[in-house]
């Protein structure tokens, strides 16, 4: 292996300080997600969903994060999202500094990302927008952005859509990396893609379920710099901010519940009676998912 | 792991009691169940099939299952619905007494989890329906909770219905989890998924297979408490006890008549011709899967 | 384990017998298959695409097919196709008397899981079609049982389509099944599955791909008893037969043809230059799906 | 072992000679996926999107991908593109001679791989198309075979398009198969396959995702011979140099660009405060995707 040109640019190449490294991990796939989730919006709506319709969404960003969580798996764990870093910081799991430097290299991978999936579409973009840059209203299309609540959708609610929707992202990476367990390390990020895709088929149609801060908010600082103007932010009463805070909130409260419901409560070792597989004379039901 | 937040967390709030752990278990996830499929449905109906289609139905409440079956795995089992409880208490599975706790923690979390689904989409529930909540006809919007048969479709069906889909349910979850058919464990769940999804491909048109009393019934009570009345129970000559009792006939004479025509007959040693992989002199076909 | 009920009735209804276990599997299993699968094309057709599409149509006969080969993979191997029976015959892998016995269970099974897959919608195509039993024409629905060409297909592309089809899962087949893939038997269902999805989304346009002489034929003759007569045998100069003929050719072709071009040369013992996966000296590539 | 009919035909037809293997599995399993992903793209075009949509792509050439890379993964490591190919040259795993012999057997494949297609399809395509076969414009029908990109679409883009479409699949194909991933290599290609179907839901719009230049280029040759003539070569100010040129250079870029990012910043060993899986003193993150 010696003469490998991959092992000679990696001694190279090589970084010792695990900090950095994290830090570009977490930056690059960040950027490739939204390169690819930006462009997968696009799509759809520059097609008028003769080419994607919903289930590619739900689907391709599933995917999407998927391979960006293998892709970051062995160096930062591939967060990609300040919810989530901040959950992995209350459970002892991520020092607070590093959820700092996380959020930043978040959000500016996704801004990056986001140019990156522009420049892709932008034949298409003039092509069916021609020189309008509309950010509401009928013709509105800020959404091939960021999301963009409808009128007759209440901030309360927004909230409230983007806490259970993060809410359910952070709860079930919590069971899928629940080393108590034992699912195997190579499915968790085909689970946790799986998951994100579930979670557009329940809880999309509000807000387009961005439950990502840095998903939300880099794209439309994008948008507004693009010629959609400081209506992305003032929009709905300043939306803006209800998906950037809302997730924190959701994460958190989910994943705890989870520990107190089932985490806590898996036993270290599987009492006897799971082992050779019948009914306890106490009356507690053995381990029911394996049949003898 | 002696600083950890989490294990700190555990010594306190872990419970002994294995009873206890897996009612809370059942309860839990049969909330995220409902909670989260109540909301697939929600954003199919009302999107008019804008955003979901009947495939985001069949994968979206798959998916749902296959995580909260992971999330239940090493706990309770993840039944999360009293037909499949039933089966396993037939199969020496499950002590009789917990049969009916499930049963109970199966339709309270069923019913609460269906309260929270509401909530996310009040906003959109309003928008649609306005102040209205018709349950039957043209304009009958109660299947947003539980199901009701089209005119043309007879009770007697109707219950031939369930007690199939219930029964393909119960069957596979037979073939999934018997120990003699070697699958990993950790693609259990993920199986189940899948079978609930063609479930709903194959057997969703008559009544959108809810294959689950729990299910079916949490939402009704729901949905009568909400404006619906007590016409979600009387339609259809009182249809409503169908889908609760026919699951039951189903799982069981479905997962037995599984045992006797293959599970039972699967043998605990491979003979040896299987083995060496080579035809046997007496014409017994060697096992065809594997190619030498 | 001794007083698990399971155990008890395994000891009563365990047959020794492994040509009638096998053809109890096989019959089973076909019949599973069919109910399941002719339920998903009645949805489809039923609900005039509103609910099934076409993607159901794949994924659902694809998800059927591979809960099924899980039901089997113990026993009788999960073949539910005479023609991949007949494959496994050629390549040594099942006697002669077996591939007749095989036939005839599979045919039988799918005959009566046809006619259950009937039973449960009853009043919907009671509710759809009338009393009405048109086989062929614009409003032929003989294609809810069987495949139908259309009048400008001609019986030698029909013929062709069916060689193709059937050889494409074949071949897989033998690509997912041969041991010198080392790929885990847990999953080669899951990969039977998805084929047959794919060769819908391929291969179904012509024929609605069968592939399989049991699945085509009896619907066939079940479609025939319940009204739509002898026409689903004559139409077409005599169609029939050959969904039942082409798919033995096509198996067999195909099977082989992936053995000489790629099965016969996967090394027993990979070369150690793959083990120390550098380059070769000669200028033979190395293994190179694996990066160091 | 001795008397299976595989085993007498292995010791007839193995070739040793491997750089002869070699090209046999890239010619043979190019062919395949030609012949099964044109398939798909005409069972989309030709029954105006009724049967096939574009999840049906996606997930088509996806599946089919996954399977064409199982069955090469022993022996030439299923590349089945050129642009893959000179990717792994460029890392020093493939000598620069079998990038060439590679090269000729993929396109040779194609070739082939899209006649066979063709003739699945003589009769729909002339019941829809007639005699007519116009390349482009509103009516033309070149698309089923190649990439034909609209007149708003600059060949700037097109280029951009398929240096981003390709360097995707080439990223992510070095994350799945980067050995210090440790996903298991049974994984690799159901991944893979998910990755294109991916791609196809990002990055579809422009061109059709060729992102492979035997893919394009063999196509577009076999167009030509059978009717639509030189315009899908002159088409577009010669368009059609650019899906084979574009894909090397995104395959090469986005390939180093994982490797600088990521790849050679994954540790030989994981330090001991993942192994121990708490916080570092030095407040380095551990490993977050597994919880205690």
Known sequence: MMDSPLEKARRIFHIENRTIVNCLSEFYCTLLLLFFGISIVHQLDLSHKQL????????????TIMLCVYACSKTSGGHMNPAISLMFYTLGKLPLSHFFYYCIMQTLGAFIGTAFAYTVYLDQT??????????TGP????????????????????????FVGT???ALFVCVITDKRM?????L???????????????FGMNLGYPINPARDFAPRVFAAMIGYGWEVFSYHNYYFWIPIVA????????AWSYFIFIGFQIPDQPPSYM???????????????DLA
Request: proline share 7%; hydrophobic share 45%; net charge negative.
């Open 52 to 63: 994607n319709t919903w289930i590619q969404v739900n689907f391709g960003w599933g995917f």
């Open 139 to 162: 013709n509105g299309t800020a959404t091939l952005f960021t999301s963009m609540p409808a009128p007759h959708l209440s901030n309360t609610i927004a909230f409230w859509d983007q």
């Open 188 to 202: 968790h990020p085909i689970l946790i893609g799986l998951l994100i895709a579930t979670i557009g088929m329940g």
């Open 247 to 254: 997730p924190f909130f959701g994460a958190i409260a989910a």
């Open 167 to 169: 809410g359910f992202l």
């Open 275 to 289: 082992k050779e597989n019948k009914t306890d004379g106490d009356g507690i039901p053995l381990k029911t998912t």
């Open 126 to 135: 003039h092509h069916v927008l021609g020189d309008l840059r509309i950010a």
């Open 182 to 186: 034992e699912i195997p390390s190579s």
